[in-house]
T-cell receptor, first 111, second 114 residues
Framework: GESVGLHLPTLSVQEGDNSIINCAYS??????FIWYKQESGKGPQFIID?????DKRQGQRVTVLLNKTVKHLSLQIAATQPGDSAVYFC??????????FGTGTSLTVIP | GAGVSQSPSNKVTEKGKDVELRCDPI?????LYWYRQSLGQGLEFLIY????????KSGLPSDRFSAERTGGSVSTLTIQRTQQEDSAVYLC????????????FGPGTRLTVT
């Protein structure tokens, strides 16, 4: 998983397996969270978001889980595909403030 | 345009020179952000603009960095007297409002200071 200030963590998974990417966020007052995907040479791309009044949200092949007790966020990718290979960032924000991004996790999907 | 655009995509400059990086946000987006991303690192917030309000410059690393946003649309990030440590990818993002919604990112400008 990722945490602010550490070197880029890496995760390798077999194609078709599920991936879980973790993020420890910093501010217990954060009320909005986003997962971004960044492919090489491109800007970050929105994947899914969640607000602090929820603990789970599902999208297409992705699920975000929020545990406010331990300030932990995770992104689950079902049936991981080669096109999912990228760096994944979590970002947090709280009312009236800008977004703060984690260091990112590099996901490699092995065909 | 369909998304956020940035120019140039790549910029190589000599140490001590000034550079200007441009961002065209999505039409109608009132909030605009600049970030810096060093190799293998996360995004470092630099500055944001929200409508006609005074920009939040709290992330600018030194007084060599400045940014403006003309007419509530296009933004220019200027780095004066560039240093080698300024080498990074500079990303611009825009959003419909300031907080609580996703940001849409441009492809970035890769700046290399030699």
């Amino acid at each position: 998983g990722e945490s602010v200030g550490l070197h880029l963590p890496t995760l390798s998974v077999q194609e078709g397996d599920n991936s879980i990417i973790n993020c420890a966020y910093s501010n217990s007052a954060s009320d909005y969270f986003i997962w971004y995907k960044q492919e090489s040479g491109k800007g970050p791309q929105f994947i899914i978001d969640i607000r602090s009044n929820m603990d789970k949200r599902q999208g297409q092949r992705v699920t975000v889980l929020l545990n406010k007790t331990v300030k932990h966020l995770s992104l689950q990718i079902a049936a991981t595909q080669p096109g999912d290979s990228a760096v994944y960032f979590c970002a947090e924000s709280w009312s009236g403030n800008q977004f703060y991004f984690g260091t990112g996790t590099s996901l490699t999907v092995i065909p | 345009g369909a998304g956020v655009s940035q120019s140039p995509s790549n910029k190589v400059t000599e140490k001590g020179k000034d550079v200007e990086l441009r961002c065209d946000p999505i039409s109608g987006h009132t909030a605009l952000y600049w970030y810096r991303q060093s190799l293998g690192q996360g995004l470092e917030f630099l500055i944001y603009f929200q409508g006609n309000s005074a920009p939040d410059k709290s992330g600018l690393p030194s007084d060599r960095f400045s940014a403006e946003r003309t007419g509530g649309s296009v933004s220019t990030l200027t780095i004066q007297r560039t240093q080698q440590e300024d080498s990074a990818v500079y990303l611009c993002a825009s959003s419909l409002v300031y907080s609580g919604v996703e940001q849409y990112f441009g492809p970035g400008t890769r700046l290399t200071v030699t």
